[in-house]
């Protein structure tokens, strides 16, 4: 069964720490892996893309990971900012059918 | 970039009302998306298009319908408004099976009461 699954399902840090997320996926054949970011009440905004080659990509704070071969992901976030408070989705595509697997985020709040 | 507008933040309908959510995006990208999501369950399908008057179905099609006459639009029917239909909508669109360009629209709170 293709699935995706978040840990931790919610995280409070104080600003200016770094945290890790963590994404493991079950979907075959894997395609690619995308973090989104999500303010409340607001769509995803994707931060990084990910295919099977890539081990790493960043996008400013933002540094996702991907070990293909033990289907897990992590988004690191350095030097916490308080805009950083909100839900971290991970979405892994299948390499057939045009299908996405989403996974329920993890809730991220910046503390002060 | 490419930009997703959905037509309304929040709606506010009855129970039994016909309701239309519009979602337009403005490359010229051949997949659309129509997703709900609430507390606790994620992003759910309900529909996908890969070409205008193309539909399928997605995970959780029941009580939707979608329609799709022109490339750049993709409406989300609600043919009776029931209350746990109450959730974030979310369209998005992309082009292609690796999806680079795959943008969210901002997304449709919907209230059914």
């Known amino acids: 069964k293709n699935q995706v699954e978040q840990s931790p399902q919610s995280l409070i840090i104080l600003e200016g720490k770094n945290c890790t997320l963590q994404c493991n996926y079950t979907v075959s054949p894997f395609s690619n892996l995308r973090w989104y970011k999500q303010d409340t009440g607001r769509g995803p905004v994707s931060l990084t893309i990910m295919t099977f080659s890539e081990n790493t990509k960043s996008n400013g704070r933002y540094t996702a990971t991907l070990d293909a071969d033990t289907k897990q992901s992590s988004l690191h976030i350095t030097a916490s900012q308080l805009s950083d408070s909100a839900s971290y989705i991970c979405?892994?595509?299948?390499?057939?059918?045009?299908?996405?697997?989403f996974g329920t985020g993890t809730s991220l709040t910046v503390i002060p | 970039d490419v930009k997703v507008t959905q037509s309304s933040r929040y709606l506010v309908k009855r129970t039994g009302e016909k309701v239309f959510l519009e979602c337009v995006q403005d490359m010229d990208h051949e997949n659309m998306f129509w997703y709900r999501q609430d507390p606790g369950l994620g992003l759910r399908l309900i529909y996908f298009s890969y070409d205008v008057k193309m539909k399928e179905k997605g995970d959780i099609p029941e009580g939707y319908s979608v329609s799709r006459e022109k490339k750049e639009r993709f409406s989300l029917i609600l043919e009776s408004a029931s209350t746990n239909q109450t959730s974030m909508y979310l369209c998005?669109?992309?082009?292609?099976?690796?999806?680079?360009?795959?943008?969210f629209g901002s997304g449709t709170r919907l209230t059914v009461v």
């Open positions: 979405v892994v595509s299948r390499r057939t059918g045009n299908q996405f697997y």
């Open positions: 998005a669109a992309g082009i292609g099976a690796e999806n680079y360009g795959y943008t």
